[in-house]
């Protein structure tokens, strides 16, 4: 068997390990509104999941060899940019509809994939443009409703978090799709989530005192966001950061169902349509890898 056989067989571990962790956080923008309405504040929720996702990783840390210093320096980035990200997202789900978010954010393999084509990693194919043309128009439809404005999905505070979010989760991406190379994937993860645990603790103090009733919350936004984690930045290293997020699109039907059914976020049909061309002009926005001259070699 040669190389191209394992990175054949690699792909598809890595697609369903997408798949898989999917599962875990693909509804947590839901578990962060139901929170948000039962009177939990974002940062507690944040400094908490930080917590209860660096004590998922502490048995990891002993059968781990340890990453150099410089190592360290660049994991302790991406767990910030990771914070960061979490951080705008808890908060612009506080201030727009679950809806508005998802689709939103959706956006985000688009910019990774025009990112990748200016540093050289990938080519667009012919209907990125058409279809980022597409997506661009199902996002400014997503926000109306009845013919006029939906002020829940134009909250400026709102929108502002959401960017924050979109510009944190593409340099997270970027950032652990160059730092695979180097460094396995459960060691990221595990360095990662330890050191936002770390700073979770620092931050307890300074949060209000939640009440007790937070735990089951928090405990399976941690332990999700965790195993998440590990499949995710597997999926990036073998998959890509473009693919991966295309892939990740899997979750956004369910999500805006799900935000209908229990949240009654109900759309109407101009949104719905909006929606749909988000999604699908993402899916066709689609690039090629550069192949490098060393990707396919085979065995003699």
């Known amino acids: 068997m040669g190389r191209l056989s394992v990175d054949i067989g690699q792909s598809k571990k890595a697609t369903i ?11 947590e923008p839901l578990v962060v509104k139901y929170a948000h309405q039962g009177g939990f504040l974002s940062s507690q929720l944040m400094v908490l999941k930080l917590i209860m996702g660096g004590l998922c990783f502490i048995p990891f840390l002993w059968r781990l060899e340890r990453p150099s210093g410089k190592q360290l320096n660049q994991i302790f980035l991406i767990s910030l940019l990771a914070l960061l990200t979490n951080y705008s997202l808890f908060l612009s789900v506080e201030k727009l509809s679950v809806t508005a978010v998802v689709t939103l954010i959706s956006t985000t393999p688009v910019f990774i994939g025009i990112i990748h084509t200016l540093k050289g990693k990938v080519i667009l194919k012919k209907q990125f443009w ?14 109306r409703k ?35 190379n180097d460094i396995a994937p459960i060691k990221i993860s ?36 965790a195993f998440a984690n590990i499949g995710f930045i597997f999926a990036i290293h073998v998959l890509g950061a473009t693919k991966t997020s295309v892939v990740s699109l899997l979750q956004r039907p369910m999500v ?45």
Do not use: H
């Open 17 to 27: 390990w997408v798949v898989l962790s999917l599962l875990g956080s693909s509804i």
């Open 130 to 143: 058409p279809a980022l043309f597409t997506v661009l128009v199902g996002v400014m439809l997503s926000v």
């Open 146 to 180: 009845n013919g006029g404005i939906d002020a829940e999905s134009l909250s400026v505070l709102g929108i502002l978090f959401v960017l924050s979010a979109i510009m944190g989760s593409i340099l997270y991406r970027l950032r652990v799709d160059e730092l695979c």
């Open 190 to 225: 595990t360095y990662m989530f330890t050191m936002n645990g770390i700073i979770g603790l620092f931050l307890l103090p300074f949060i209000p005192e939640p009440d007790l009733k937070i735990l089951p919350i928090v405990g399976w936004l941690g332990l999700a966001g």
């Open 256 to 300: 805006i169902l799900l935000a209908a059914l229990f949240f009654k976020e109900n759309l109407d049909e101009m949104q719905f349509l909006g929606v749909g061309m988000v999604i699908l002009g993402i899916w066709f926005a689609k690039s090629e890898k550069i192949p490098s001259p060393q990707t396919v070699t085979f065995k003699q």
